[in-house]
């Protein structure tokens, strides 16, 4: 199986640059996408295919993908980004096609 | 703007059938350019997909291999919505339950998920 592998948690102050990572053998090679999910709420994409942002998404989100590292990076964080988030790529092989998600990562601002 | 209004019951017995349906507003269920899709999320198995069902001149479903032998995901094009049954559930099968769209990307016909629905707590017990 195919796994992505966050880190359970960040932590970042107000207007500082808050960096989540997304490891997998070779995830260069596929689109990434990115989940927030606030308490309570279901998820809401805010990036996808590795580094574009849906409409209505603040330029503060981005993304980056290369080699085993997919990243996401929230400049000037806001009290309100304080959320889990959530890696995401499709893994096929002959036998079978599936939904990966990361772990998740809870991002704190403290 | 597409909406996804779920519904169904949140507490299922031991060994019977969880049944959820999603309406879709704003998109239709048999579009070209999407899938639409269920998941789950529990404390202990994270997030999981369960399977998508989509249109492209005749329907497809696939399903995740770990329920393929008691999920079934149909579509009601009149209702324009989706539904999933999940057959002998478990307090393992104990979770929120969300559906989802899924956008098309050239060569997949799905790739990230763009709008879901409300999430629905599922409970079993007897």
């Known amino acids: 199986s195919y796994v992505l592998s966050q880190p359970p948690s960040v932590s970042v102050a107000p207007g500082q640059t808050a960096t989540i990572t997304c490891g997998a053998s070779y995830i260069g090679s596929k689109s990434v996408h990115w989940y927030q999910q606030r308490p309570g709420q279901a998820p809401v994409l805010v990036v996808y295919d590795d580094n574009d942002r849906p409409s209505g998404i603040p330029e503060r989100f981005s993304g980056s993908n290369s080699g085993n590292t997919a990243t996401l990076t929230i400049t000037r964080v806001e009290v309100g980004d304080e959320a889990d988030y959530y890696c995401q790529v499709w893994h096929s092989n002959s036998d079978y096609t599936n939904v990966v998600f990361g772990g998740g990562t809870k991002l704190t601002v403290l | 703007q597409v909406q996804l209004l779920q519904s169904g019951p949140g507490l299922v017995k031991p060994s019977q059938t969880l049944s959820l349906t999603c309406v879709i507003s704003g998109d239709s269920v048999s579009t070209n350019s999407a899938a639409w899709l269920w998941f789950r999320q529990s404390p202990s198995r994270g997030l999981e997909w369960l399977g998508r069902t989509f249109y492209r001149s005749r329907w497809f479903n696939d399903y995740a291999l770990f329920v393929k032998s008691r999920i079934s995901i149909n579509t009601d094009t009149s209702k324009n919505q989706f539904s999933l049954q999940l057959t002998s559930v478990t307090p393992e099968d104990a979770a929120v339950y969300y559906c989802?769209?899924?956008?098309?990307?050239?060569?997949?016909?799905?790739?990230?998920?763009?709008?879901w629905g409300q999430g629905s707590l599922v409970t079993v017990s007897s």
């Open positions: 989802a769209r899924g956008v098309a990307v050239p060569g997949h016909p799905t790739s990230y998920f763009d709008a």
